[in-house]
């Protein structure tokens, strides 16, 4: 799939993504980053590169973030479950990003414990329609349905009751 036949909140993510894999694992691995560092100079570069304002640059941020908190809570939890949904049948694309998400997920085990605490501080994540995800289940938080969320693409209302509001969904990735 190219760059062009991706929605550009998707794009923005993707490339945020890339940025952040490459800084967390493309080098010295001796000297680990921290996530929230890695992803504040990702924004950066993307608002230099006029590619993000700064706003889109803070929400496609904060996005990935809930992505790799959430991946490295549920990595925790339920490794083989994780791996597993990687050679279920998503396309290229689809698996490179939650490939990714799930090697920073791994990569950030160190942090898991602020990730946690962080988490159980919010107490769970929450998805709106409109956001960006990778790959994932998602459970509408009023009528309960489950939505697989694998196409790369912002996530859309309920189609049973048209809420907005989603938690991860039960079933496990
Ligand atoms: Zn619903």
Not at 49 to 55: A, D
Not at 116 to 133: F, I, N, T
Request: charge should be negative; aromatic fraction near 4%.
């Amino acid at each position: 799939m190219s760059q062009t036949d991706k929605h550009p909140l998707v794009n923005a993510y993707y490339r945020m993504l890339e940025r952040v894999y490459e800084k967390l694992l493309g080098n010295e691995p001796e000297n680990p980053r921290k996530l929230d560092e890695v992803i504040d100079e990702a924004r950066q570069h993307a608002i230099e590169l006029g590619e993000l304002e700064s706003s889109q640059a803070v929400k496609i941020g904060d996005y990935l973030r809930r992505d790799v908190e959430d991946f490295a809570l549920l990595t925790l939890e339920k490794a083989d479950q994780a791996k597993e949904r990687i050679q279920q049948d998503l396309s290229e694309l689809e698996r490179d990003i939650l490939g990714k998400l799930l090697e920073i997920a791994d990569q950030t085990t160190l942090e898991l414990n602020a990730i946690r605490a962080q988490a159980e501080m919010r107490q769970q994540h929450e998805w709106l329609a409109g956001d960006v995800s990778g790959p994932r289940d998602l459970e509408c938080k009023h009528c309960g349905k489950l939505h697989h969320h694998n196409r790369p693409g912002p996530i859309g209302q309920c189609g049973h009751c048209g809420n907005r509001h989603y938690r991860r969904g039960k079933r496990v990735h």
